[in-house]
């Protein structure tokens, strides 16, 4: 079974400034998929950033951007020029490459951009 | 971009009674639906999976006869908490999956149901 962990339970940053969320997971698979969603009080939750395994190259998107380290089996989140509006709870998820499998969850990181 | 609707956004019932809550893909065929339960600042807890036409598949812990899931067509997926007491009392999250490559690029999230049972 995979196992996803966030150990950061809450962080804060002040506005315009770059935070980094940690998420380690542990798996036997070689190909999967790995994504951050967000879920700011409205409590829908929004996909931010999808990574593919096989691929090395760090997916990025617009202030988002991640750190892959596939051996390492870990996958944080950079969020630069931070905006209020990126205060939400974050969450790391892992899914298996074979399409229909379940989304497995991280604890979550609730985070606060102070003005 | 892919939508899920999830209706009632906030339902507050009696107990001994039942609610149902549905999902519907907008602009999609969604070929499975996952149903999550969300504790108050905690992680999403997955109860079922459901694919059109077929049983839904439980998570351990979970009651399937509690916690009734209908999937009868790729549009839509309900989910009936029966003899709804305190206890289950949650956030409840649908969550759809797409056909073809759209279905790596994560799941579309229905806005989620707040129960409160009194």
């Known amino acids: 079974a995979q196992t996803v962990t966030q150990s950061q339970p809450e962080m804060s940053v002040q506005e315009a400034e770059t935070v980094t969320l940690s998420c380690t997971y542990d798996t036997s698979e070689n190909n999967y998929y790995l994504f951050w969603y967000k879920q700011p009080p409205s409590r829908q939750m929004i996909l931010v950033i999808r990574?593919?395994?096989?691929?090395?190259q760090n997916a990025t998107e617009n202030r988002f951007s991640v750190n892959f380290q596939k051996a390492a089996k870990s996958f944080s989140l950079k969020i630069s020029d931070s905006q209020l509006g990126d205060t939400a709870m974050y969450f790391c998820a892992f899914m298996k490459q074979r399409a229909g499998n379940m989304l497995t969850f991280g604890g979550g990181t609730r985070l606060m951009v102070k003005p | 971009g892919a939508v899920v609707s999830q209706h009632p956004s906030r339902v507050i019932c009696k107990s001994g009674t039942s609610v149902k809550i549905e999902c519907r893909s907008l602009?999609?065929?969604?070929?499975?639906m996952f149903w999550y339960r969300q504790f108050p600042k905690q992680s999403l807890m997955l109860m079922a999976t459901?694919?059109?036409?077929?049983?839904?598949?439980?998570e351990q812990g979970v009651e399937k006869d509690k916690f009734l899931i209908n999937h009868a067509s790729l549009t839509l997926s309900t989910l009936t908490v029966t003899s709804a007491h305190p206890e289950d009392s949650s956030f409840y999250i649908c969550s759809a999956r797409g056909t073809g490559e759209s279905a790596y690029y994560g799941y579309t999230f229905g806005s989620g149901t707040r129960l409160t049972v009194v």
């Open positions: 459901s694919n059109e036409g077929s049983k839904a598949t439980y």
């Open positions: 602009d999609f065929q969604a070929t499975t």
């Open positions: 990574q593919e395994a096989y691929k090395q």
